[in-house]
Nanobody, 121 residues
Framework: QVQLVESGGGLVQPGGSLRLSCAASGSLFSIYTMGWYRQAPGKQRELVADVTSSGLTHLADSVKGRFTISRDNAKNTVYLQMNSLKPEDTAVYYC???????????????WGQGTQVTVSA
C-alpha cells in the first residue's frame, strides 16, 4: 500500500505565505511525477503544479511567480511553497503521485486526503 500524507494547510491573510508538504510512505519501488491539485467549492479539481523525478517543474499560469514546487527524493516528499496568496487560492489542496509500488506492479496514481487552504482577511 501507498499513503500520501499532506500537512501545512490553514488560514492565512491575503499576501501571506504557506508551505504544504506531502510525504509518501509504504511500498515505493519508484516514484515518478508528484504534484499538487486544488478544488474550490463548486469548481472542478485543477492542477496547480507538478515535478518529475528529475526535478522538471510545471506550474499553472494562475500561480506562476507566486508558488514554487520542489521535492526531496530522499524523503519521498513534495513541497508547495505558496507566496502572495490571494482569496481565489482558497481551496482544498490534494497531493498526487505516480508510484510503482514494486518491481512486479504497474504504476498507479495515488492521492492524499487533502488539506484546506483558506485565504481571508
Amino acid at each position: 500500500q501507498v499513503q500520501l500524507v499532506e500537512s501545512g494547510g490553514g488560514l492565512v491573510q491575503p499576501g501571506g505565505s504557506l508551505r504544504l508538504s506531502c510525504a509518501a510512505s509504504g511500498s515505493l519501488f519508484s516514484i515518478y511525477t508528484m504534484g499538487w491539485y486544488r478544488q474550490a467549492p463548486g469548481k472542478q479539481r485543477e492542477l496547480v503544479a507538478d515535478v518529475t523525478s528529475s526535478g522538471l517543474t510545471h506550474l499553472a499560469d494562475s500561480v506562476k511567480g507566486r508558488f514554487t514546487i520542489s521535492r526531496d527524493n530522499a524523503k519521498n516528499t513534495v513541497y508547495l511553497q505558496m507566496n502572495s496568496l490571494k482569496p481565489e487560492d482558497t481551496a482544498v489542496y490534494y497531493c498526487n503521485a505516480a508510484v510503482r509500488p514494486t518491481i512486479a506492479t504497474p504504476t498507479y496514481i495515488y492521492w492524499g486526503q487533502g488539506t484546506q487552504v483558506t485565504v481571508s482577511a
